[in-house]
């Protein structure tokens, strides 16, 4: 048996059509029977909530007078893309503001249009003979823009892989707080009630279909950017009228020290057409797996370091190298019952029929990575092969008398192997001085804790390095670790001198 | 009822000092020790001993702070994501069978963690 678009379409005008939200899918195909299922299941709803960093919005203000053709815009101090003429712009999500760095971003500006704010709009031009004005500032609110369309360029991922952390640091990423020694697990996505896990093939979504955006009803696009159905994480572009949408399915949200992003919430109703359908809107939490990474690896690689499915990330607990640990969601699985419950009424109530894609989208793609053309600078290129160093057992006096001479603030200590044990530093012989309690050998006052880097790290993780934990220097060791050279924090400056950086 | 201790005179052992003379029993949930703030510590007393131990130890010269409460939910902005769930050390936070975030302000020990690690800033300190 199958069903027809029209035959689905038609039932839902008559109000007769049978919805059900996906996670419910499993039981009534267990009951009924794969024919049973299709026989009683019209549409089936998916939904997800949680941070889309790659969204963002069209927007037009209308003409100035006089006119201006604004280059350099802002929103509430957030930049927005001045490249296309004359009173467009498009604000992206993780735009930080200029002046409210960790609290405010493009995200917070989307949401206050959304909730009825007035935003303050800055813009500059060079002006010309048609658009002769330099610079507006104005406040505005949602209802005075011509349109405020939202286009997402990848939403509603497939599956994403959790994170955990096996380094000694707290991370704070996109992924979440991430505790040192895999003490946590993030994960993100809803499970049974994603969209794409819902349709892999992508039969039922691809271009025109009609969705939940933000609370609106907006369409999928096409595929997403960085889609990589062959991997199994299929990505959408969608849109939808901000006018139409509401807080409840739209926040934007903080990262701490990654910064701003938007939650938003994503649903689609399948069309229950074949038994392939129902098959796939079968699909359970216990089926999706994901990787686990390891986000201590600073590198676009990170190392898996297991496989888990929805089911055991959403139990609260995971089990990893035979030990407990606790997971945490990022998305909301609460607010994406909501947007399949949602998208269920609308159903139900004939305020949104279905259709077939016209466009669909290319199943066998995989995303690729940045092709570079130019090295990446590694510490060796910058680092100070000159390092002076002291023994763990020599008197602080002389390690005073080696930190004036060498005209450095961080000495490496070593043992009697040569290798790295503690650095010690000015300020940890001004407080021994200052507190005589018979420190007198410099393993009594070094740092024991040594962050260090390698000769062939790439600069930028090095600098990474001296910003997360506020230091100065980072002492420079070998496979044996033998301290080999030093990076000061004001090596990097070297890299911004003509010339400097390459040998 | 938890108590936030600052103590001034750092040779003075003030909360032995108190368990002694008034007898009530003072679990400390967290302290801690700054070169620039000095000391501090998180005390968890029971409610009818709470005047009685937070005079003692004023008179000792601590400042004392009484926490009606603990971590502050703001439900308005909370989207019930769970990212604080996994980082909390004492199991402050959980889903209900909803899926609604459960929190147990009585556990809390202020550690701050998830205030930072909150995405919508739904959870702040009250005092």
């Not at chain 2, 439900?75 to 769930?85: F, K, L, N, Q, Y």
């Amino acid at each position: 048996m199958e069903k027809s678009i029209d035959e689905i379409n038609r039932r839902i005008r008559d109000g007769s059509a049978r919805v059900v939200t996906a996670d419910e899918m499993p039981d009534i195909v267990s009951e009924l029977g794969e024919e049973g299922a299709l026989r009683e299941v019209d549409v089936v709803t998916t939904g997800t909530f949680g941070a889309m960093c790659s969204s963002g919005a069209f927007l037009n203000f209308g003409h100035a007078e006089p006119p201006i053709k604004m280059e350099r815009i802002w929103l509430n101090d957030v930049e927005a893309y001045g490249g296309i003429a004359a009173v467009d712009t498009y604000i992206g999500a993780t735009n930080k503001s200029v002046t409210r760095m960790e609290s405010y971003g493009g995200a917070h500006v989307i949401e206050d249009f959304i909730s009825g704010k007035a935003i303050e709009l800055r813009a500059q031009s060079s002006g010309s003979d048609c658009y002769p004005r330099r610079s507006i500032t104005t406040e505005l609110r949602l209802e005075d823009l011509n349109q405020a369309i939202m286009v997402n360029p990848r939403n509603a991922y497939q599956r994403y892989d959790a994170a955990v952390n096996t380094s000694e640091d707290t991370l704070y990423t996109y992924m979440g707080t991430l505790l040192p020694h895999n003490a946590n697990v993030t994960f993100s996505g809803a499970g049974t009630l994603n969209p794409i896990c819902n349709d892999p093939n992508l039969r039922l979504i691809g271009s025109g279909v009609p969705i939940l955006l933000g609370g609106a009803q907006g369409m999928v696009i096409g595929e997403g950017t960085q889609h990589s159905s062959a991997g199994s994480f299929a990505t959408l572009m969608t849109t939808a009228d901000m006018a139409d949408m509401n807080t409840d399915f739209l926040r934007a949200a903080i990262m701490h020290r990654y910064g701003p992003t938007l939650y938003l919430g994503v649903g689609i109703p399948l069309p229950v057409l074949d038994i392939e359908t129902v098959r796939r809107t079968a699909v359970q939490d216990s089926d999706i797996m994901v990787s686990i990474r390891d986000y201590g690896v600073p590198s676009r690689s990170r190392p898996v370091i297991s496989q888990v499915s929805y089911a055991e990330l959403k139990s609260g607990t995971i089990e990893l190298n035979n030990e407990e640990i606790k997971t945490s969601s990022l998305s909301s699985f609460r607010r994406a019952k909501m947007v399949a419950n949602t998208l269920k009424r609308w159903v139900e109530d004939g305020q949104m029929t279905l259709c077939l894609p016209t466009r669909y989208i290319d199943t066998s793609k995989q995303a690729k990575p940045m092709r570079e053309t130019r090295k990446v600078i590694l510490v060796q290129e910058i680092m100070q092969r000159k390092v002076v160093t002291i023994k763990e057992g020599q008197d602080i006096t002389e390690a005073a008398r080696k930190l004036l001479r060498g005209e450095t603030n961080h000495l490496p200590v070593l043992n009697e192997q040569g290798r790295l044990t503690g650095v010690i530093t000015t300020f940890d012989i001004a407080k021994a001085v200052a507190r005589p309690e018979r420190k007198v050998r410099v393993q009594d006052i070094m740092t024991r804790n040594v962050i260090t880097t390698q000769a062939d790290e790439p600069i930028d993780i090095a600098a990474q390095k001296l910003d997360h934990h506020r230091i100065s220097a980072l002492p420079v060791v070998d496979a044996q670790n033998q301290c080999i050279a030093i990076l000061h924090a004001s090596d990097l400056g070297k890299l911004f001198k003509p010339g400097g950086g390459r040998p | 009822m938890k108590l936030l201790v600052r103590l001034i005179h750092e040779s003075k052992p003030i909360i032995a000092q108190v368990v002694k003379d008034t007898g009530v029993l003072i679990n400390v949930d967290r302290a801690r020790s700054d070169a620039h703030e000095g000391e501090e510590a998180l005390v968890d007393v029971p409610d009818e001993s709470c005047i009685l131990v937070s005079e003692r130890m004023r008179s000792l010269g601590a400042e004392v702070r009484i926490l009606e409460e603990g971590i502050r939910h703001d439900e308005e902005e909370c989207v019930d994501c769970g990212a604080c769930i996994s980082i909390c050390p004492k199991k402050v936070f959980s889903f209900d069978k909803d899926w609604k975030l459960q929190v147990e302000t009585k556990k809390c020990i202020l550690c701050g963690r998830c205030i930072i690690s909150c995405p919508h800033a739904a959870l702040s300190l009250s005092y």
